[in-house]
């Protein structure tokens, strides 16, 4: 196994980095690609130095898979010029994921419409994943009409510099600003850029997403993503009106035994699920679980996971596994 990580000096590419030696994935030759200015660099992976190395090296190696983490135009410039090469490309910037000619993959909802022309794959945007990994498997059951999101999102999804700018207003540091206004002790409703509708890019993210991977453009949603002085992990507040009638048990007891979601729900001893509980974890976690009662067939769900571990870095390493396992890869 030849893999390639692309962007691996980043934030995520750290992680990818983790997650694949926990996960024990199995590469034999490990290419690791960065900018020009950290080639040469070494990282370490299983107790060994790798040199960086430049993207153009990466493509002449002909990886089996490779990751790409290092932004939209990169994935852009160079994603077609691996798969040409016969490389499966899992890509987590949000350069494919509305193509119509690429599949857009949460493992645990719909890794089975992968086929072995599925050369690009894109990896959902963090606060989707999240919140489909709780709410698809209800779907499949009731059926939802209607989708109200509130999301509180750590700094850590816009990157290092948004972290060293909350530690620097933290300590009373004039330095760079990443966010128009002080982030520290504060919230923005503001996640990535406005668009002509009023929405930002992250919130019509969760929308377009959202109907493309439950393939269900009839569910209506609407969207406010907010950043939060934390971190590490992502929050979000979901309101689900269903087709159908449900009891809140049942609820329950779908994920309980949903894989990858993690049921912490028990107001009586105060647990809940927080980002401090999720950090470093590669599950999703779901809590303050009640009805609506404001409109029928409703219900409120509180999820919460580390957005560069399921979010990002843990769901592309998910994908690799399904094609090692399908034995996609080869054919």
Known sequence: MKLAIVGVTGMVGNVILRVLEEKKFPVSTLLPVASKKSIGKEINFKN?????????????????????????????DWAEKFANNGCFVIDNSSAWRMDETKKLIIPEINANILTVNDKIIANPNCSTIQMLMAIAPLHRKYKIKRLVISTYQSVSGTGMKAIQQLEDEANGIISEKVYPHQIYQNCLPHCDVFTENGYTKEEMKLINETHKILNDETIRI??????????????????????NKFEIEDIKNILSKTDGVVLKDDIKNNIYPMPIDAKCKNEVFVGRIRRDFSNPNSLNLWIVADNLRKGAATNTIQIAEYLIKTNLIGK
């Open 48 to 76: 060994i130095n790798y040199q960086v190395i430049d993207i153009k090296d990466a493509v002449y190696q002909k990886p089996d898979i490779a990751i790409f983490s290092a932004g939209s135009q990169i994935s852009i």
């Open 222 to 243: 609407t969207a406010t993503a907010v950043r939060v002085p934390v971190t590490g992990g992502h929050s979000e507040s979901v309101n689900i009106e269903f087709e």
